[in-house]
């Protein structure tokens, strides 16, 4: 039976660690066993041969500095709150590839299960946040965490240097969103999966939300607060927000019925004002289905009928983010 060749794994740290212990003296031979690196693999690494970062077997789809920003941008989105990071980096990829050109495998330019976790065995660091930002995601909710997620939020919000935000209630945002069927049986939906996607929520940042602030004169840099399972974020977004001074912090997983205004006190006399409006749009046109060319201005009207300014008030009196002053306060939610 052939003998089979035992692949030794080390991470780039480990390399550099003992690329520096060789640079103060220390032989090859010491260096490699002390960092479980092959001999040779070490001396070719010292002498310049081969970058620190070469790996073996085939190229990567990414260079490694492509794969280095990513990292770099999911372990920044994670320390907002962000506690997923599967969805957004297939799409963050997937923009890449598109924007790139570049020949790949992937099936419509986006990867798959085995490069997701081919990406994770080259970045160790990232699968770690990870695994602790699942388990967050996933917890139930009760005060105590609660308190603790207001205290990360005081912790971000001091190491961004926006504590001036937060005591101006004009540069606080909240987004959400939610599914308005075409047919009062919900059978179709405007987004694909019914659900937003990263590309739509792109445009609502860069067409509308960004535009209107520029023309209201607000004062930048604002807080725009969003759902912390959002799975629509991407690398790309991200990098505009940076560029225009928006920055995008998560609400805590799971518990939108208590911190999401639009929750408490929003969407439910909307959903009815929107059903209503399907049953009056049919009687107005002989029972003619309701089209995507007519769901805008329906919606339109449906909003100024079901939303009033002391609905949306009431819903942020019930949700509450903390001034510098209120930081060790809660509402009494529970």
Known sequence: MPSVKQIKKYSIEDMQHALDAVRRGVSVSSASKQYKIPRITLLYKAKGKYAVNCRMGPETTLTSIEEDILVKWLLSIADAGFPAIRVQLLDSVQIIMQ???????????????????????????????????????????????????????????????????????????????????????????????????GQSFYEFVTNIFHPWIVANNVKVPVALFVDGHSSHLTMELSNFCVENQIELIALYPNATHILQPLDVSVFHPLKNGWKKGIQKFKMDNEGRKLKRGNFGPLLKVVMEQSIKPDIITNGFRAWFIPSRQQWNTLPQIF
């Open 99 to 197: 924007k790139l050109d570049r020949p790949n495998k992937f099936k419509n330019n986006r990867p798959g299960k085995k490069w997701f976790s081919c990406f994770l065995n080259r970045r160790p660091q990232l699968s770690e946040r990870l695994t602790q930002n699942l388990t967050k995601s996933r917890s139930e909710v009760n005060e105590e965490k609660l308190r603790k997620w207001f205290d990360e939020i005081k912790d971000y919000v001091k190491s961004k240097k926006l504590e001036d935000v937060f005591e101006d209630p004009k540069r606080i945002f909240n987004t959400d969103e939610t599914a308005f069927f075409l047919s009062p049986k919900g059978i179709k939906c405007l987004v694909r999966k019914g659900w937003m996607t």
